[in-house]
């Protein structure tokens, strides 16, 4: 059976005393993409923020290999192995982009480390080598959503969270963000992302997380997700009333469907 990379196990949590996420649970397992889908205010970034200890759960935990990181603040849960690259665009415009690749690194302590990280990150994505000495902030919007990705693994991360990477991009670029998911994923890093185009989130996942009002709707395979006959009403504004559907930890044998 795969193993877990991360477990979210009950997660309660809100914002002034109002609950947004009831009772969250799912896992993702280790060395996989798993893409959350839901329609707007159902909770996503909301859970992401919980899991990076930028949001304190009510109740509930969440494990990341075996070890807590409930209770930790953001600082710690980044040393632990979790990288959140958010929603907007996060470079710093007037530096450049080998400058904004080592501040990706600026825990590590060493400038060795740092350079071999660097050097390591832009060899996984060699169209950022090319840009080492732009200025961020020169760059198109694909183009950054790139070397963001590029600075996240200056840490060497365990979980790589990202917050609608898509978000915002021309549809011309969106395949070139995805691949650059997978060449993270191929790389050997576990990827957990909230996507707002659900259809390709799920297509290049293998797994799926449904939330609609804060819940857990539906979990499987990303085809599994992607093919439920009842998914379509949680982005036409219906309620759909989904029984849970676990991913299957095998393969299934000859002759068995999906």
């Known amino acids: 059976m795969t193993e877990n990379a991360l477990v979210v196990d009950g997660v309660t949590a809100g914002y002034g005393g109002g609950d947004v996420l009831h009772d969250v649970c799912f896992t993702v397992p280790e060395g996989a993409i798993t893409c959350i889908v839901g329609p707007n205010g159902a909770g996503k970034s909301t859970l992401l923020a919980a899991i990076s200890g930028l949001l304190r759960p009510r109740a509930g935990q969440v494990l990341l290999r075996g070890e807590r990181l409930t209770g930790k603040s953001p600082r710690q849960i980044l040393r632990a192995g979790v990288v959140h690259v958010p929603q907007n665009h996060s470079l710093f415009p007037?530096?450049?982009?080998?400058?904004?690749?080592?501040?990706?690194?600026?825990?590590?302590?060493?400038?060795?480390?740092?350079?071999?990280?660097?050097?390591?990150?832009?060899?996984l994505f060699p169209e950022v080598a090319t840009w080492a000495k732009k200025k961020a902030g020169s760059l198109s919007g694909g183009q950054q959503r790139l070397v963001e990705f590029a600075r996240c693994l200056m840490l060497d991360p365990t979980l790589i969270i990202l917050d609608e990477p898509s978000m915002?991009?021309?549809?011309?670029?969106?395949?070139?963000?995805?691949?650059?998911?997978?060449?993270?994923?191929?790389?050997?890093?576990?990827?957990?992302?909230?996507?707002?185009?659900?259809?390709?989130?799920?297509?290049?996942?293998?797994?799926?997380?449904?939330?609609e009002n804060g819940r857990v709707r539906l979990t499987g395979t990303g085809t599994q997700v992607l093919e439920h006959p009842e998914i379509g009403a949680l982005y036409l504004g219906g309620s759909a009333k989904i029984a849970p559907v676990q991913a299957a930890p095998e393969a299934p044998g000859p002759g068995q469907r999906t």
């Open 94 to 123: 007037d530096m450049t982009v080998a400058e904004n690749l080592d501040l990706g690194g600026y825990t590590l302590g060493s400038r060795s480390l740092v350079a071999r990280r660097r050097a390591g990150v832009q060899e």
């Open 168 to 211: 915002g991009l021309a549809p011309k670029i969106l395949r070139t963000v995805f691949d650059a998911v997978r060449t993270m994923n191929s790389s050997g890093k576990t990827v957990l992302l909230v996507e707002q185009n659900a259809r390709a989130g799920l297509a290049m996942s293998g797994y799926g997380v449904v939330l």
